[in-house]
């Protein structure tokens, strides 16, 4: 029995000291931990797709609002800044390609969390293909070693991962040596950890951003399709695309193989805007439709219950950029404003409570803000632009309306990049 004791005890001082190590040497994540993860090749086909040269003069002159009213143009905000690479697509054409820091074209970088984008078009493909059969499914219908745990993984549907609703009960903190997060990121076998989790509440209650639930994810689409996520996405995306430079995926460990479908595909600026273009092109890529136009209509359509975020994406509310997202003392306030800004020729006879249930219609949100007592109301409006979002500012943003592609990758989180993208595409 004593035996058996210090066996255990020791599988778990391995264990944690294992974790303890990668974070001790590796101290927090960095865009270049590609290199200290083993990986999952996604290699290239025998074809390679290349956007067209554009007008980049336009960049040359053209100056961008941003930050304190201030006006310059787009090189001189970006130098002086922890951007790697940052490139700008309009109508399958380069208007600006850059990269700084030493960085080349075919540098590959990890992008962290816009993976979760990308874990997203892949189970869209995954339901195309009959692998998944419905985004309704409990999450143990695809990971049967989750049977038999917490009792509410029978109630979590891929739906509410999609929608960062799981209820789970976990720390995103890469911070913490102990959170969540970090034996996550760091730890060596993600299922284990997973299986481990409880909840907070119940599935589908309450949003709550968590990296856990597209580890969930990315291990159902695994177990699917019978193959490593990174060669999933080979197969459906990476070479019927055509893209220039190979990529890979950060996995657990050698032993384990199970991609970190949260934050661990690694790849260049310029193949990363081809999937920005993939939606822009509702799920079709010359002539091959990649993914359903469904599952793309849903996926760029704001959720306005999800606070704008769905499938895995967020959509830009504008919020600082625009004028008419603000805050308010009341209810009244937020109609008038509306009334006085876009509505007054539609709407001859003020009614607060029509003109308010309108804007519902129209995309807008309102909201209580708890976290300013002089307050009450607050105004965001969905641009109709949508990005993918990873730590340190990794960005890859759409405007369907101008099919106007951009991505941004570098070290730190230094700018707020989409509002800086956001002014870009006003400018164009």
């Given at each position: ?242 893209m220039e430079n ?139 632009q949508y990005y993918?979002?990873?730590?340190m500012k990794q ?34």
């Amino acid at each position: 029995m004593i035996t058996r004791i210090l066996s255990i005890v020791l599988i778990l001082l391995s264990s944690s000291c294992q974790l303890l190590y990668r974070e001790a040497v590796y101290y927090q994540a960095d865009i270049t931990d590609h290199k200290i993860f083993p990986y999952t090749e996604v290699t290239t086909g025998h074809t390679s797709y290349s956007f067209q040269d554009g007008n980049s003069m336009i960049f040359d002159t053209m100056k961008i609002t941003y930050g304190k009213h201030t006006s310059k143009l787009l090189n001189e905000i970006l130098e002086p800044s922890s951007t790697h690479a940052f490139v700008v697509i309009r109508n399958d054409s380069v208007l600006f390609e850059k990269y700084y820091d030493g960085y080349q074209r075919s540098d590959i970088s990890t992008i962290f969390s816009v993976s979760k984008s990308v874990t997203s078009l892949l189970l869209g493909i995954a339901i195309d293909d009959g692998l998944i059969e419905d985004v309704n499914d409990p999450i143990t219908k695809y990971i049967p070693e989750l049977k038999g745990r917490a009792p509410e993984f029978e109630r979590l549907t891929l739906q509410h991962l999609l929608d960062m609703r799981s209820g789970l009960k976990y720390n995103e903190s890469y911070g913490n040596p102990f959170s969540n997060m970090a034996k996550l990121y760091y730890g060596r076998n993600q299922l284990a950890q997973l299986k481990r989790l409880d909840f907070d509440h119940e599935p589908g209650t309450v949003h709550n951003y968590q990296s856990a639930s597209t580890a969930l994810l990315g291990i159902a689409i695994e177990k699917a399709s019978g193959k490593e996520l990174g060669k999933y996405f080979e197969e459906k995306v990476w070479q019927p695309m055509g893209m220039e430079n190979p990529a890979t995926w950060s996995l657990d460990d050698k032993r384990h193989r199970s991609a970190k479908a949260f934050g661990g595909l690694n790849a260049t600026a310029i193949d990363l805007a081809k999937i920005g273009q993939l939606y822009l092109n509702k799920g079709s890529w010359k002539g091959q439709q990649i993914v359903s136009e469904e599952w793309v209509q849903k996926t760029l359509t704001p959720n306005t219950k999800n606070d704008g975020y769905q499938n895995q994406w967020y959509s830009f509310s504008g919020y600082g950029s625009d004028s008419l997202n603000v805050k308010y003392f009341d209810e009244k306030e937020v109609a008038r404003h509306l009334w006085e800004q876009e509505y007054q020729e539609k709407y001859s006879d003020y009614d607060i409570r029509k003109i308010v249930k309108a804007n519902y219609r129209k995309g807008y949100r309102d909201k209580l803000w708890s976290d300013d007592a002089e307050y009450k109301w607050g105004l965001q409006i969905y641009t109709g632009q949508y990005y993918a979002l990873g730590i340190m500012k990794q960005v890859l943003y759409l405007d369907p309306d101008k099919n106007l592609v951009m991505v941004r990758l570098g070290a730190t989180g230094d700018k707020e990049y989409t509002s800086l993208m956001y002014q870009i595409g006003k400018s164009l």
